[in-house]
Structure formats: C-alpha cells, structure tokens
C-alpha cells in the first residue's frame, strides 16, 4: 500500500517522561479516518505485552499515539493507557539511562542503522559479575530484548485491527529551498546493543517534567 504511519509511543520513569518513536509502511488495512487508530491497536496488540515485560515494575506506558506522515491527511490518534507498569522486576534506572535497539537494513541501504532509545529498563538487569563490565544482563537481552525486537519489526492484522505494517526508518534530506524530502528504508533486522546508552532531550521534547 505504500503509506507511512508514525507511533509514538510515552513513558513515565519517576518524573520524566520520555518518548520513543517507530515508523511503519502500511501493508493491509483501514485507508479512511480510522487508519490511524487501526494502526495503534495493532501496535498495542503486537508489541505492548513485549515492551512491558523489558521494563521495571515503576516504568509505566502513558499513552500510544499515531499519526500519518505522507498522501492525504487523517486524523491523529492517541490512545491512553490505564496501569500499563513494566512486568520485569526490579527499580529502573534514571530516565537518560537508556536500551538501545539498532534498526538495520541487512541489503546495505543504510549508511548507518536507525537507533532507538528506551527508557525504564530496572538497574537489576545491568550485569553483575566480577568484574563489572557495566553491560546489560544476558537474560535481559536474550530472550525480553530480543522478542521486543522481533515484534516491532512487522505488526500484523488482528481479530480487533485490520491494520498490518512493515518497520522503516525514515530519512531526512535537506533541500535548498525548503521544504525537506524524506525517503524510507525497510528495517529487516533489530537487535540491542550489550552496553547502556544515555539520552539527554530538552525539557518538553524528548523529555518532559510530570506534574
């Protein structure tokens, strides 16, 4: 079908919160004013449970938002989420701490992989050997981060959704004059990187004070 969809997806950590977004190519599926949230309740049914569980027991998922990036506009959607905690146990780490997934493309279209940053992963999970390496545990990453990595990838229609969809990273090109183009690439492989990364946004960005 060729039309793009952006999920952006809010957590809390303590009183930060931080948000992470995905971008999916439609390949079935509502093309009128419910396309949107089509495409969040497949991503909630899809994804979520596997979020949840590489997340502290004090994260909690706030809300899924979708909205449509290219052709004709529809409308925006934002689902709220009620108790959506992380189920692994243990206290997450402070919110700049971050697992980072790498998005790939394994046919070369990429200079460089898309990264995402997530937030909320319990401090329990960073390895404790002697001596420390400071890495992610191996049970952390194998298999949580690695089932978080394989539903993300492609989100498939369901009982309640008809929505299906393929992970892309998008690309921006700047153009002189305005405005700017974008191009997509297909991410066929996601995997976490071993060491914790940080993100630092600016307050009400990438990160935002609750109240």
């Known amino acids: 079908m060729g039309v793009k969809y952006q999920i952006i997806v ?32 497949s991503w909630q049914e899809g994804c979520l449970a596997e979020l949840q569980a590489i997340l502290a027991l004090n ?30 146990t243990g206290t997450a780490l402070t919110a700049q701490n971050c697992l980072i997934f790498n998005l790939r493309n394994t046919q070369g279209l990429l200079k460089r992989p898309g990264r995402l940053f997530i ?12 001596p420390p390496t400071g890495g992610w545990d191996a049970e952390l990453l194998d298999p949580p981060a690695t089932n978080f990595a394989t539903a993300i990838k492609s989100i498939p229609a369901f009982a309640g959704s008809n929505f299906a969809g ?12 305005p405005p700017p183009t974008y191009t997509y690439i297909l991410v066929d492989s996601v995997d976490a990187t071993v060491e914790p990364g940080s993100q ?11 109240v």
């Open 119 to 130: 937030s909320g992963c319990a401090k329990e999970d960073i390895e404790q050997v002697t």
């Open 200 to 210: 630092m946004g600016r307050k009400g960005e990438l990160t935002g004070w609750f």
């Open 10 to 41: 809010r957590t809390r950590v303590d009183d930060s919160i931080q948000k992470f977004a995905l971008v999916y190519d439609q390949t079935a599926g509502s093309t009128g004013a419910d396309a949107t949230e089509e495409c969040i309740e």
């Open 166 to 177: 393929l992970l892309q990273v998008r690309q921006y090109h700047k153009e002189v004059p």
């Open 59 to 88: 994260t909690i998922v706030l809300s899924i938002y979708c909205r449509k990036l290219d052709g004709e506009s529809r409308p925006t959607w934002r689902k709220n989420l009620e108790s959506m905690n992380g189920t692994r």
